[in-house]
């Protein structure tokens, strides 16, 4: 699948033309960003991306790369805030907390794209609502609040999780 060489490079397969798509972005500025946030040089040749540069630099760009593989692998597109996500929990050491986050799939659009956390306060607050049955959220425009709570909402309402609530 993906292999390690001494010259400070490593190699990953990549599934499908999409994900390959995915991965690299419009015009390549996915592969651009991740070459700026951890200083590797990042190529797709084919259906492989490889990864070059000093030891650390590929070892970032690495991991950069393995914790947004939930999202590129389905073929959808990586985003600037989701690469900005990984890189913050790769910064902070919170690595195993995000890679679940690709997992956390609420819905999907009609046009086909999963509509799902993309931060881990994003994911706690999705969290916390499907465990408590009242949930406060607080926070600044433009973050989610409203957007979560819906698609929690209409997800409980089509029966995808089961809830008794009893009025007697």
Known sequence: MSEATSSGSFLFDIPDSS???????????NLHRIENLTGASCVIRGLELQISGRPSQVERARILIELIRPIWQ???LVEQVDLQAAINSLDTGRTS??????????????RGKLLRPRTLRQKGYVEAMETHDLTLALGPAGTGKTFFS????SKNAYG????????N
């Open 97 to 110: 907390a995000h890679a679940s986050l690709g997992n956390l799939v609420l819905a999907r659009s009609q």
């Open 160 to 167: 995808k999780k089961s809830r008794e609530t009893n009025f």
């Open 74 to 76: 389905e073929g959808q």
């Open 19 to 29: 994900a390959a798509v995915a991965l690299s972005g419009l015009g390549q500025k």
């Open 150 to 153: 819906n698609c929690s909402c």
